[in-house]
């Protein structure tokens, strides 16, 4: 399912109590890489920021809010299209 021109989920599956979602991303891992250096973000930096833009934009619908709230937790494995693992969030609170 496509959710933007540069994203598709692919996969999606249940783990005990949590949700995981595969989000491939339409660009691979030198591109990320290159990306990262031409905006000066480390990976770190960009998990980060990544873990904060996913957690706003899961708890912001109320269907996922609410499985959260209940325990649930959601992850996003965004992947590049090579296959390469870029970060993997995992929302199990919604403060």
């Known amino acids: 399912m496509r959710v933007s021109s540069e994203m ?3 996969t999606i599956m249940a783990a005990g ?3 995981i979602m ?3 991303w339409e660009l691979t891992e030198a ?3 290159e990306q990262l250096t031409i905006h000066h973000i480390t990976p770190e930096q960009f998990e980060a ?3 904060r833009l996913t957690q706003r934009l899961a708890c912001g619908k109320e269907a996922a809010a609410a499985f959260v709230t209940l325990g649930g937790q959601i992850q996003y494995s965004y992947v590049s ?3 390469h693992p870029i970060v ?3 929302i199990d609170n919604c403060r």
């Open 49 to 51: 920021h990544m873990q």
């Open 8 to 10: 598709t989920i692919t």
């Open 17 to 19: 109590n949590r949700v």
């Open 31 to 33: 591109q990320y890489r």
């Open 81 to 83: 299209s090579d296959g």
């Open 88 to 90: 993997a969030p995992i």
């Open 22 to 24: 595969t989000a491939t």
